[in-house]
């Protein structure tokens, strides 16, 4: 990540946790870091979601994963090749899509290991 984007990012992140975390590992996984709750998670991502014009998700490997978080009513009426993003931020998802009975009980086994 570029520096002006992590500092923009950390900005973000002090606000959201009043100035308790000071730095963050942004090659790590946030969620060990930052200690916040479900309300400010969703303050978190509508924070990004103002400041950046597009992020999306990435596997660990750091290749697009493809899920768009965010993309401004600007980047996308002028985006040049759809096919080859180019995201601000990119965030790690590792969350478990559930659309079966048999998919949730796979997420939870995966949960409570």
């Known amino acids: 990540m570029k520096s002006i984007i ?9 606000k959201i946790t009043g100035g308790r975390v000071k730095t963050i590992n942004f090659d790590g996984d946030l969620r060990n870091e930052l200690s916040i709750d479900s309300v400010q998670l969703v303050e978190l991502f509508a924070l990004l ?3 950046f ?3 999306m998700t990435m596997h ?3 290749t697009i994963f493809g899920s768009i978080w965010a993309l401004s009513r600007q980047r996308l009426e002028n985006y040049k090749d759809f096919y080859s993003p180019k ?3 990119l965030l790690l998802d590792k969350s478990i899509d559930i659309h079966t009975w048999e998919d949730f009980q796979n997420a939870k086994n995966t ?3």
């Open 53 to 55: 014009q597009e992020i």
């Open 6 to 14: 992590q500092e923009k990012v950390m900005k973000i992140v002090s």
């Open 87 to 89: 995201p601000e931020v």
């Open 60 to 62: 660990e490997d750091r």
């Open 111 to 113: 949960h409570n290991r």
């Open 49 to 51: 979601e103002k400041e």
